[in-house]
């Protein structure tokens, strides 16, 4: 069977990070949406996007393909309902498709000539932005259950503080001495070559995945995701950095999900509650409004390639797009369109030419190349976003 993802009907709602790829390819927990799925079934699968990110992902079709909502994340019952799909069959949770069989070619128009499947557990899924670092507990503990499963962790050097009822697995190559790991509310997983520095404290449920590093003396509350390749360092809480980002200095992230390629300045914080305790209101790329969250706490949401100088204040609730480079004294607006240079003064458009001179400085630091493929899709969300822009 061929399985393949699809970005389904809350791909808007998850901008500004699926400007720059499928829903699948979001982290939460320990691995992105793509990579659970992929261990569940054993199988490569590929995704149908927005086409102007199918070069970069393409899919792969089939004579018979099961096709899955990506906003929703595996668990074992689901992955074995999705096994035993039939052709022209669907699996629902209320009103919406969560996976179906259908043929080479054809495109359901509605899906009244399917058998429904209706599936009744209770799933994790992921509609809003903010249910990325609402969701991370429980999204790192079935993680860290498919990742362990049937392996022994490396040995925890003697100089390493550890309590509470909850694993901790490190894989080989970690390095971590003289630091305290907290399990009492979930389990802490470290991943391949990543490295925790003396002094840091760290309480579950937390995932440093390969070659990431906590600094010196940082504290880190869960759930908290730092993702491959990415640097943490002064207050961490509840949040999830999605790859090859940099927070390493001191200041505070709380509540808030950065992409990659993203670097905060030291010395920068972010406010996750308002003064007055009241319900915190997000931008919405759809409605071109701040939305109701129902939430009291959160963040920062930081698109990839996004940058902070030193000592930048975000309040509550700050959207920030894709390639945007804030600096300067005071707070800046709590939406920052994508390709924005600036800060509480104003902001000028950020050429594609400059970000692109930027971002390939960055990426040869880690040894990867800013692509042909990268530049296109950077390239029409610059055009994309230019609306935002100009009401700027």
């Known amino acids: 069977m061929n399985y393949i993802l699809f970005d389904g009907p809350y791909r808007s709602n998850l901008l500004p990070f699926t400007y720059t790829k499928p829903v699948a390819d979001l982290r939460i927990g320990i691995l992105t949406i793509r990579e659970k799925w992929q261990r569940h079934l054993e199988v490569t699968i590929t995704t149908v996007t927005e086409d102007y990110l199918s070069d970069k992902y393409p899919m792969v079709e089939m004579e018979l393909n099961v096709m899955i909502n990506a906003s929703f994340l595996p668990s074992t019952s689901l992955v074995n309902l999705i096994k035993?799909?039939?052709p022209n069959e669907a699996i629902f949770e209320g009103d919406d498709v969560v996976a179906f069989c259908i043929e080479e070619g054809r495109e359901p128009d509605d899906f009244s000539g399917f058998k429904s499947v209706e599936f009744d557990e209770d799933l994790l899924k992921i509609e809003h932005t903010w249910d990325l670092f609402k969701l991370n507990g429980p999204a790192i503990e079935a993680d860290f259950n498919l990742v362990t499963k049937g392996r022994s962790s490396q040995s925890i050097s003697k100089t390493v503080n550890v309590f509470g009822e909850h694993p901790v697995f490190i894989?080989?190559?970690a390095q971590l001495e003289f630091v305290t790991l907290n399990t009492n509310n979930g389990p802490i997983y470290i991943?391949?070559?990543?490295?925790?520095?003396?002094g840091s404290i760290i309480r579950g449920p937390f995932a440093l995945c390969d070659h990431a590093t906590v600094k010196l003396g940082a504290k880190i509350y869960g759930p908290t995701?730092?993702?491959p390749h990415s640097k943490v360092g002064g207050e961490v809480n509840n949040s999830i950095l999605m790859g090859y980002s940099n927070k390493g200095h001191d200041g505070f992230l709380g509540n808030s999900v950065l992409g990659e390629w993203c670097n905060i300045g030291a010395d920068s914080n972010t406010s996750n509650l308002k003064n007055n305790y009241a319900e915190v209101r997000l931008w919405d790329?759809?409605?071109e409004g701040f939305a109701r969250t129902g939430l009291q706490f959160c963040g920062l949401m930081m698109g990839d390639h996004s940058k902070c100088g030193i000592n930048t204040m975000f309040n509550t609730g700050t959207v920030v797009g894709v390639s945007a480079n804030i600096f300067g004294s005071g707070f800046p607006r709590n939406f920052v369109p994508s390709f924005s240079w600036g800060g509480s003064k104003g902001f000028v458009t950020y050429k594609t030419n400059k970000a692109f001179e930027v971002a390939e400085k960055v990426m040869e630091r880690r040894q990867v190349i800013l692509s042909e493929q990268d530049k296109a899709i950077?390239?029409?969300v610059f055009d994309e976003s230019s609306k935002f822009r100009k009401a700027d």
């Open 84 to 86: 035993s799909l039939q």
């Open 171 to 173: 894989e080989e190559g």
């Open 191 to 198: 991943g391949n070559n990543a490295e925790l520095m003396e």
């Open 225 to 227: 995701t730092i993702g």
């Open 285 to 287: 790329y759809q409605t």
């Open 378 to 380: 950077l390239s029409h």
